[in-house]
Structures are given as C-alpha cells and as structure tokens.
C-alpha cells in the first residue's frame, strides 16, 4: 500500500484536485491520502494558511476574523462547486469563527486549512475523512508523542480497503486544544501515517519533478537527483532544500520506507527516491547544494581563550538560557564563533546576549554580524576523496565571493560555508557550477 501526501499546489484548483484525483484512482494501492491546504493559484496569490494566520490576527486586532474567512470560504466553495461535491461550508466556517474567537494561539486557526481541504478530498474520492486530531497526539508539554500516535494511527487506518483521507500538519494536546507542527508540517504528517500503517512507500506529490540538486529559484533547470539516502536528505533539508519538511525521515526510518517525491503535474514521472541505504547505487561526488540566508554570527575574542577552562561552555551557556539553537561553532586559537540561525525568529535582543557573553567570560571583543548565509554541500561520495573543498573553495574565488566560515563534519557527509546573504545566490551558482556545470 501507498501513502500519497499531495502539497498545497496540488491542492489549490479545480485543475490540480482534479489531478489529484485522477493520480490516486489510477492506481488501487493509493489508499491513505493526506493532504496539505490549498496553496498559491499563480504567483502572488496568498497560501490558504497563510490567510488564516492573518485570521487570527485580524481576530486579536479587530475582535472579528469575519473578513479573511469569506475570502478563504469563497475559495472553497468555489472549488467545490466546480468540483462538483457539496458540503455545508457555512456549518463549517461558523464553527471555526467560534474556534478562532476561543483561541489563545494561532495554531487552530492555522490547522483548519489542512482540515477544510481533506474534507474536500475525501468527498472527491469517494474515501473516508480521518481528522489527525484524533490520531496525532501531541504531550502536555507540547512534544510530538510518536508512540501514541503510532498506536492511533495503526488502529484507526491500517487496512482500510476503501481509502482514507487525513489533514496534514497539526493534532491534538492533551488538554484538547489542536496543535501545529512548523512550517511545511504536512510532509511528516504523510510521513507518521506511513509509517503506522507500514506502507510500501511514502509518494510526495508536489510541484516540480524531483528532488533537485539545488533551489530550482537560484540555478535554471538544475538536475533532478534521482536518489538520495535519509541522511543526505536531511542535511540538505534541514539547510534549506524546502521540498520536504527536515523531519519527514524520522518516522520512516527504522522501517526503512522509500519517500517518492512525485510531480502532480507530471506523474508519469518517476521523480526522486530517498532511500535508508543508497551503497548499491551509482554515488556523484556531490549529491546536492541547499543553503539558507540571515544567519547571525557572534564572534568572541580573548588572549589566550583556549587555555581558559570552560570558555565555551560559558559562552554556550549564555546562547541555551536563551532558548537559542547553535548551528555552528567555528573556534580559532583566540577566537570563537557561535552561528545561530533563529534570534530573529525568536525575537531576542541581541544587546542583551552579548551584554551576557561579556558577564560571563570577560572578552576583549565581540563582533556580532546578521548576514551570514550558510551553503551546505552534501554527498557520501565526498568521503575519502581529495580535492572537494578545494574545488568549492575555487569556484567561490573565481565568482568573487568572499568565504565568512568553513566547516566540515567529521563524517565528511557535508563542507558548509559561510558567506554574505548578498554573495548567497552567486555563491550557489558558482558551486552548482563547478560540479555539475
Ligand atoms: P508543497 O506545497 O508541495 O509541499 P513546497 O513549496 O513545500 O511544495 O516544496 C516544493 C518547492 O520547493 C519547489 O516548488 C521548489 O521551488 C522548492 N525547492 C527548494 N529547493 C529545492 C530542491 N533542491 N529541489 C526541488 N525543489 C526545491
Ligand atoms: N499548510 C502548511 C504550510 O503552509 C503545511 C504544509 O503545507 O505542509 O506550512
Ligand atoms: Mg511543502
């Protein structure tokens, strides 16, 4: 048996429903759907989640989320209609304006995107509709309980024969309030349900043929890889290849589940598979190239740091009381730096962690700079081979990008580099270029 997870172009008009439907009745082991909300119908259109977000805002400001629910509702009737499958859609968004109006945080209005596109599926196919708040379980503190969600998922779909339709990206706490993962959720929600009912295979239909060797918005036309390990693909997810959710191998993994990325608007194509182990497979030296912008580096220098005892874990001490996350920690003989990737996101002051770092450690200087991108290039082919980080090294000086930071991880799986968020689309490129120009 298949899971399919369909991403938010997939869903977003009649033609792409239609697609969908058409990919899933094609072929009877395509059982367990799950869905993302409609996304962008051309460009400059606004993703369905990211309307309901504004809901919520508008609730909080305006103390009514009225106006942005009847543009998504329209959107939704619309669909149906043309669809040809009817539903009470004011039922139904009644009780997500009381829910919305009940809420303390975004995450139920932003769940209901998800919500509202698997009823419609499940109506276009003829399946059953699984709310994932009944099978996707959340701890008090807010952790994803994976052992309990395992259970819930084998019970309530395992060996449905007539097919079943469930809402990607959120589930449910304890306390009954519905929960969100991060941004992109609905790939480990196909993911968690792969793995509970144990399929043969994990399809991720979306926009574009495959996995990609890098961003498809940085290089023109870049090869499609036509497969890659779990490790690898989280490395370049995890750094920015936002095809699929950085998390989506933690279920399938111990089970070793193939995920497929798919084309919806090319299926007969055979896209991109990650595998658990790839050694009988032909291995480039490079798989692929992801990176991301904004990053902050904090740079500390002391006289004589490294033969302070514990200079580090004062300093990263500092970074945790913050609730930050260390991406990176280059240290030369007198200095170290810290790359942190979400102080933004995270609305934390800066003045006030160095303020700490100076308390803590007495440095002779710190230098803070928020513009570093980070480029990660990936491939077990990089293992034992001389010359790579030469070759990435080139091709950034011959492209006259200046190079902020290296690091390479003592699996040789992956050489990150820093540069300037100004050099990063440059910087890409040229390393794209070097290896498969
Ligand atoms: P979905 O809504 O189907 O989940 P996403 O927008 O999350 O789709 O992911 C698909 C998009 O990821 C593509 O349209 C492409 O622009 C972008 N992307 C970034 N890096 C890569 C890559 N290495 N390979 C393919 N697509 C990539
Ligand atoms: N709709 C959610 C988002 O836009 C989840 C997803 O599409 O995977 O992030
Ligand atoms: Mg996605």
């Known amino acids: 048996m298949k899971v399919c997870k369909f991403g938010g172009t997939s869903m977003a008009t009649v033609k792409s429903v239609t697609q969908v439907k058409d990919i899933v009745l094609s072929d009877k082991e395509r059982k367990y759907i799950v869905v993302s909300a409609p996304g962008k119908r051309f460009s400059g259109d606004t993703k369905v989640t990211d309307l ?14 009225a106006e942005t629910l009847k543009e998504i509702k329209d959107r939704f009737v619309a669909l149906s209609t043309e669809l040809g499958v009817s539903h009470d859609w004011d039922a139904e968004f ?19 995107g998800e919500y509202l596109s698997a009823v419609l599926t499940a109506k276009v196919l003829g399946f059953e509709f699984i709310d994932s708040a009944d099978i996707i379980k959340f701890r008090s503190d807010g952790t994803f309980d994976a052992l309990l969600t395992n259970d819930l998922v084998k019970k309530r779909c395992m060996g449905n024969p007539d097919g079943i339709v469930i809402p990607g990206f959120y589930g449910r706490m304890p306390d009954k309030k519905i929960k969100t993962f991060t941004r992109g959720g609905s790939d480990f929600t196909g993911a968690i349900v792969a793995r509970g009912v144990k399929a043969d295979v994990y399809e991720n239909w979306t926009d574009v043929d ?29 750094m920015g290849a936002s095809v699929l959710h950085p998390d989506s191998v933690f279920p399938v993994q111990s089970d070793g589940i193939p995920i497929n990325i798919r084309n919806t608007f090319a299926p007969e194509k055979k896209g991109t598979y990650i595998l658990k182990d790839t050694a009988g ?51 030369g003989i007198d200095t170290m730096s810290v790359v942190i990737s979400d102080i933004d996101s995270k609305g934390v002051s800066k003045a006030k962690i160095i303020e700490d770092i100076r308390g803590m450690v007495n440095p002779d200087h710190i230098d803070v700079s928020e513009s570093m991108s980070l480029i990660a290039v990936v491939g077990h082919g990089m293992a034992n081979t001389p010359g790579t980080a030469a070759k990435i090294f080139n091709a950034l000086y011959l492209a006259g990008v200046n190079i ?3 690091d390479q991880g003592s699996s040789e799986l992956n050489i990150i580099v820093g540069v300037e968020d100004k050099d990063y689309d440059a910087a890409t490129r040229a390393i794209y270029g070097a290896f498969f120009g």
């Open 52 to 65: 309901l977000y504004a809901a919520y805002a508008e609730q909080k400001e305006k103390g009514s989320a």
């Open 94 to 112: 009644e009780k997500i304006a009381e829910g919305i109006a009940a809420s303390s945080t975004a995450d139920y209005a932003a769940s209901r």
């Open 210 to 238: 495959g996995f990609m060797v890098t961003d498809p918005r940085i290089v023109d036309d870049p090869r499609l890889i036509e497969v890659l390990s779990y490790e690898e693909l989280r490395e370049l997810s995890y």
């Open 281 to 331: 497979y032909p291995r480039p030296l490079v798989t692929g190239i992801a990176g991301r912008k904004g990053n902050t580096n904090i740079t500390i220098k002391k006289a004589m740091m490294n033969g302070e005892i514990g200079f580090c874990r004062k300093v990263l001490s500092v970074i945790e009381r913050y609730g930050l996350s260390v991406e990176h920690v280059p240290t």
């Open 404 to 406: 902020r930071m290296i």
